[in-house]
């Protein structure tokens, strides 16, 4: 099983990026999906996250800006951010929670059992 994470890159304060999150070797469209982050220095912390039942769960810094989103057909999840700032700077993983069940979202990282490998995302000023 894999989730592969893309889309990542350098933009300027202001700019916006679309992280897509293909997953392979088995569906996760009953399942929850989140986009986490982790800053050089910081722990890693949930962005955004969306049930199989497409609720959806922003963090406060996310909230407004970032849009989650998910394509059952295509097996896959995505994180629009728009209004970037320098702190949105930071690798960026998506993850698969597979416990998590119909409008079930899940805010405790050890429960995001599938893991990408990461995207780094770097906004100047």
């Known amino acids: 099983v894999q989730l592969q994470a893309s889309g990542g890159g350098l933009v300027q304060a202001g700019g916006s990026l679309r992280l897509s999150c293909a997953a392979s070797g088995r569906t996760f469209s009953r399942n929850g999906m989140g986009w986490y982050r982790q800053a050089p220095g910081k722990e890693r912390e949930l962005v955004a996250a969306i049930s199989s039942g497409t609720n959806t769960y922003y963090a406060d810094s996310a909230k407004g800006r970032f849009t989650i989103s998910r394509d059952n057909a295509k097996n896959t999840v995505s994180l629009q951010m728009n209004s970037l700032k320098p702190e949105d700077t930071a690798v960026y993983y998506c993850?698969?929670?597979?416990?998590?069940?119909?409008?079930?979202?899940?805010?405790?990282?050890?429960?995001?059992?599938?893991w990408g490998q990461g995207t780094q995302v770097t906004v100047s000023s």
């Open positions: 993850a698969a929670c597979s416990s998590c069940f119909l409008y079930k979202i899940s805010r405790v990282q050890y429960e995001y059992d599938y």
